[in-house]
């Protein structure tokens, strides 16, 4: 099918777009008492270099730290900052060990675990991002000390900014140490209320987007919750548990009301209020007061009126329903550990369950630790193994872009070969944005950032200017994460005074050259027809979330009358989080600079076609709910093939020649919401090839 032509290309707008956000002023605080006074008490105590890689250490800490709950700061910030430190242990040993030229062998292999690692997750891709810019640095900046004490002051510098976050918080509002998760189940509320209010208009499908998007921060703010009390063996308190049991309620309202979504038809305006009345009751622990009066006009009010019953029923509880024991098992409700009903009185000991010798207890250390593997050992979901063929063009990118950087830097200037890497590092990861994009901006805020450095330079004099210097580019860089220009320009700031007092004073001029040398190569290199094929990185992911879409659909269809909806909920939840991370990877695609870009699908309107395919099938269980004839077993059949043929043919499109004809597509009689679906999957196949 043709697509719309814009006045301006999406590879040479998405260089200007700013993202409007609240200024994070606890964060501020925090980089200005980072890196600027790390490098001062380095300076102070006559350890430039411990100074020097402290500062290093909290400024990668600092790129993470972003809002969230204490325990998400703590795994959004740990995890990169051991991954930093066993970076700069590699770099160090290979400085140390004078590998010469074998450094760009043993780059090449960190860049390919680091771009592998980038289809794990956004936590686990900065992880290898700042170990590959640790590693470069720790083997090019001529720094003394051992390598094990140099990546012991890189981990002291991110645990310093991770102390911060922990005592440097915005004040606390009702909820004690459950405040962070209270604040994110409100956000979800508010968002549902404002899609509520945006139904029937053309702003519905991207509330519905911001709603899935707060429901899998509350979910991953509930269940980091559960998991510290699974490593510490701590039973959930009662106020743990009425928190997830108001967060099951928020999800299952949340079902009733991509239903109504679905209807798109404006609702009053007391409807979209309700929700907000949870929000405000949860931030101040008051009742939430008066809802919405019922009303029976369609299947999916019907039931949304329910939730929102439940719901009430759920924050006017003072206790939880059940009663928590600690266990390893799977939580029945959202975010905590698994519940169980009441135990009666018991007459005597009970020993196990089999009423035998009690089980020898083991060391708790040993517990802890067996807990810890399983959690960061657990495979991850469908479609972002690191090994898979996405895996392995993304480490493939970053390995080549990295190896061929640390070639030509040694042949240049060989004294001080790490920045041209390092600005790589920082470019050509695929999941970071698009590549002319990025590039354009590190170029720009370079520049920036060297000359307001050679500026300061000249109007301050002393030793202790960097020290400012420093301190002023951490006090940026949590609000510089609006703009990546911005970003560059407080890391340029940081790592100039970083190495002005390791003893390079005349490096800013040479970063210019640096950085345009850096960015060239990363353009041509980037841009190879193996590494910047779009069906083999964003088709993935496509691919990934339309099973996961079939899987919902085929269960909607195909579960019997009155089943538990708790696997329905949880089959829904992951269709949605596939199609976010989808819908992230193609609108990445779509910015960047292809010369085929029209040989490949519309990937953003497959996605988006599969999230009204997934609010269909929602609307079309809520139906089924509340009575709705049952779609026969020959219509079920048909409209799931369709959609797992499509999938097929995304991820291998050579079976459209080899394999049997796709299944006619025909709408479903008597049922408007399978009708969609049909009508979507048509779209679909459309944009998508598979015919």
Request: charged share 20%; net charge positive; with cysteine.
């Amino acid at each position: 099918m043709p697509r719309a032509q814009r006045a301006v290309p999406a590879w040479l707008a998405h260089p200007f777009r700013w993202q409007r956000l609240p200024v994070p002023w606890a964060a501020v605080a925090r980089g200005a008492l980072c890196a600027g006074p790390l490098l001062g008490a380095g300076i102070a105590t006559g350890h430039p270099a411990a100074g020097v890689l402290a500062g290093l250490g909290s400024m990668l800490a600092g790129v993470n730290d972003r809002p969230g709950t204490r325990r998400t700061g703590i795994v959004h910030i740990g995890l990169p900052a051991l991954a930093s430190a066993l970076g700069m242990l590699i770099g160090a040993s290979l400085q140390a060990a004078g590998a010469g030229w074998w450094i760009v062998p043993a780059l090449f292999a960190v860049g390919f675990v680091s771009g592998a690692g980038s289809v794990a997750g956004p936590v686990r891709s900065n992880a290898g991002m700042q170990m590959l810019a640790a590693t470069i640095l720790g083997a090019g900046m001529p720094l003394p000390g051992s390598p094990w004490a140099k990546a012991l002051y890189v981990f002291a510098g991110c645990l310093w900014l991770l102390l911060l976050r922990l005592v440097l918080r915005s004040p606390r509002p009702v909820g004690g140490a459950l405040s962070g998760e209270r604040a994110a189940v409100a956000r979800v509320f508010d968002a549902l209320a404002d899609a509520l209010g945006a139904a029937g208009g053309p702003g519905a499908e991207p509330a519905r987007r911001r709603l899935t998007a707060a429901l899998d921060r509350a979910d991953e703010a509930l269940r980091l919750h559960r998991l510290t009390s699974r490593l510490l063996r701590r039973r959930a308190r009662a106020e743990e548990l009425l928190l997830a049991e108001r967060f099951a309620a928020a999800t299952t309202l949340c079902e009733a009301s991509v239903a109504l979504l679905w209807e798109a038809r404006p609702l009053p305006a007391r409807v979209a209020e309700s929700p907000r009345r949870f929000a405000e009751a949860l931030r101040t622990g008051r009742p939430p007061g008066r809802l919405s009066a019922p009303e029976t006009s369609s299947a999916a009010r019907g039931a949304f009126d329910q939730a929102l019953l439940d719901a009430a029923v759920a924050f006017a509880r003072p206790e939880p329903l059940s009663q928590p024991y600690p266990a390893a098992g799977a939580a029945s409700t959202p975010g905590f550990g698994r519940l169980e009903p009441r135990p009666g009185p018991v007459s005597g000991p009970v020993s196990g369950p089999g009423h035998g010798p009690p089980p020898p207890r083991r060391p708790a250390w040993v517990s802890v630790a067996r807990r810890a593997l399983g959690v960061v050992g657990r495979r991850t979901r469908r479609g972002r193994s690191v090994l898979g063929p996405a895996g392995r063009d993304y480490g493939l990118r970053v390995a080549v872009c990295i190896a061929a950087s640390t070639a030509v830097a040694l042949l240049l200037r060989a004294d001080h070969w790490y920045w041209l890497p390092a600005t790589v590092t920082f470019l050509v990861k695929p999941d970071l944005g698009p590549l002319f994009s990025r590039t354009v901006n590190r170029f720009a805020g370079t520049v920036a950032g060297v000359l307001v450095f050679a500026g300061a330079g000249l109007l301050l004099t002393g030793s202790w200017w960097p020290v400012l210097a420093a301190g002023v580019g951490g006090a940026l860089l949590p609000f510089a994460t609006r703009h990546f220009a911005l970003q560059t320009v407080a890391i340029t700031l940081m790592v100039l005074s970083f190495v002005h007092v390791s003893g390079d004073p005349q490096a800013a001029a040479e970063r210019i050259v640096d950085t345009s040398i850096a960015c060239g190569m990363v353009l041509v290199v980037g841009h190879l027809p193996r590494l910047a094929d779009p069906r083999r990185r964003i088709g993935q992911r496509v691919t990934s979330a339309l099973r996961a879409t079939e899987h919902f659909l085929r269960h909607v269809l195909e579960s019997e009358p009155g089943q538990d909806p708790t696997e329905r909920l949880a089959l829904r939840r992951a269709a949605y989080r596939a199609l976010g991370e989808a819908r992230a990877a193609a609108e990445t695609a779509a910015a960047e600079l292809l010369a085929a870009r029209d040989r490949n699908p519309d990937w953003l309107t497959v996605v988006t076609a599969a999230e009204r395919i997934v609010d269909a099938a929602t609307a079309c269980a809520v139906r089924l709910d509340h009575g709705a004839r049952r779609p026969s077993p020959d219509d079920a059949r048909r409209l799931c093939q369709a959609l797992s043929a499509m999938a097929d043919a995304l991820e291998d499109p050579r079976r459209r020649a080899t394999g049997a004809p796709a299944p006619e597509i025909h709408p479903v009689p008597d049922c408007a919401t399978l009708t969609d679906v049909a009508t979507e999957l048509e779209r679909l196949r459309g944009y998508a090839g598979a015919n």
